[in-house]
Nanobody, 125 residues
Framework: PVQLVESGGGSVQAGGSLRLSCAAS????????MAWFRQSPGKEREGVAS???????IYADSVKGRFTISQDNAKLTLYLQMNSLKPEDSAMYYC???????????????????WGQGTQVTVSS
């Protein structure tokens, strides 16, 4: 399995930006499908963005045009660039990975076997 550690969360005002990072180690991270999820108190976990081993991406409608998922060339670090942040983006953000995820299910959290510990994002109005 691959181990994941998120960082980069924090507090920001609405309209601001943050970049989350997820460091991957252990098994060959480049062979894994990866994604970002988020969960706020009282709400279900939500898939935010995913990237497959060919670099193809999928975004939730709620973040399209504002968030960008990417990886470094070595595929050891996953990023989530978040721009034009809104208070409703406040949540704990998690990165996740698994060997293979069907494209149509890329934002379904139960399909991912490896998870990080999360990093908190708070957006104030």
């Amino acid at each position: 399995p691959v181990q994941l550690v998120e960082s980069g969360g924090g507090s920001v005002q609405a309209g601001g930006s943050l970049r989350l990072s997820c460091a991957a180690s252990g098994d060959t991270p480049g062979n894994y499908y990866m994604a970002w999820f988020r969960q706020s108190p009282g709400k279900e976990r939500e898939g935010v963005a995913s990237i497959d081993t060919n670099g193809r991406t999928i975004y939730a409608d709620s973040v399209k045009g504002r968030f960008t998922i990417s990886q470094d060339n070595a595929k050891l670090t996953l990023y989530l660039q978040m721009n034009s942040l809104k208070p409703e983006d406040s949540a704990m953000y998690y990165c996740a990975a698994d060997r293979w995820i069907p494209r149509w299910a890329a934002l379904e959290g139960h399909r991912y076997g490896s998870w990080g510990q999360g990093t908190q994002v708070t957006v104030s109005s």
